[in-house]
């Protein structure tokens, strides 16, 4: 962790009920996946959410009706962030494994899909955020290599108790178009770089460094309601939006 505070944008991707057998006993509740993202503006291509299989969470109470799954180590930030029933104090509900995750359908803020599948990525770190990610396979490396992952390699969806349709219907939406990168970025540098995996892990950082540099923000929002906007000048707009309208929370750390 830096000096620096890194301030995130959590995403509340709403699990739909019925709920799990674990976690049943939260019925009537909201539960939500909350995934740290510093690109709000590009949820409108969401075509999944990420845990790490073998990574801890927790299902935490944020307030008398919203819970929030996430990392211990995130819920603790939140709560001294007054996002906890317990002031100053995590309260978890029941613990959770990733794998407990994976295949929990989703309703998530602005995705064109209506219902998203949580799915396994195995460079997810849990000191970092809240350990859930949400997945823009058109402007994330990371993103699409995890899901071609899973799209060509079914012993990788068998390991992992993925079924085909939580993985194989979901494509790339173009959301934001680049003058140097078009309007699917990560996939045009995956194919340029020749990246095979998501372990690839030297290529896709640099695959990363790439996109910042051709001056990320020179792209133009090709979606949604900012549509023909600087991605520049959409990002802070769509941000306040997701606040406003209860959908998202900031999360600093
Ligand atoms: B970003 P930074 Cl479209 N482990 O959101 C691994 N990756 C994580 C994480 C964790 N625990 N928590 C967050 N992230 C991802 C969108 C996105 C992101 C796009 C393009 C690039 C991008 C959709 N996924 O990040 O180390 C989240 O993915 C490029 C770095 O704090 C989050 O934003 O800079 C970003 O990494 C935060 O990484």
Known sequence: E????????????????????????????????????????????????????????????????EVFILTERAARNLAYQRLSHIPEKASCLVELSGQDLIGLPLRSPLSFHKIIYCLPMLSIVTDKGTGIVTSVPSDSPDDFMALQDLKAKAPFRDKFGVKDEWVLPFEVI???????????????????????????????????????????????????????????????????KLLEHGQAVIYSE
Not at 24 to 52: C, H, S
Not at 195 to 222: C, H, P, W
């Open 2 to 65: 830096g000096v620096i505070p890194q301030e995130y944008t959590l995403v509340k991707m709403e699990v739909v009920p019925p709920f799990p057998a674990k976690f049943a006993f939260l019925e009537g509740k909201k539960v939500y996946l909350a995934a740290a993202t510093l690109r709000p503006e590009t949820m409108y291509g969401q075509t999944n959410a990420w845990v790490l299989p073998d990574g801890k969470y927790g299902a935490f109470e944020i307030n008398e009706s």
């Open 174 to 240: 173009p959301i934001i178009s680049h003058p140097e990168f078009g309007d699917k970025s990560a996939e045009k540098i995956i194919t340029e770089m020749k990246i095979t995996s998501q372990n690839d892990r030297e290529k896709l950082e640099a695959a990363k460094k790439v996109i910042y540099k051709g001056g990320f923000y020179e792209g133009t929002m090709i979606a949604g309601e900012h549509s023909g906007m600087r991605v520049q000048e959409a990002k802070s707009l769509i941000r306040s």
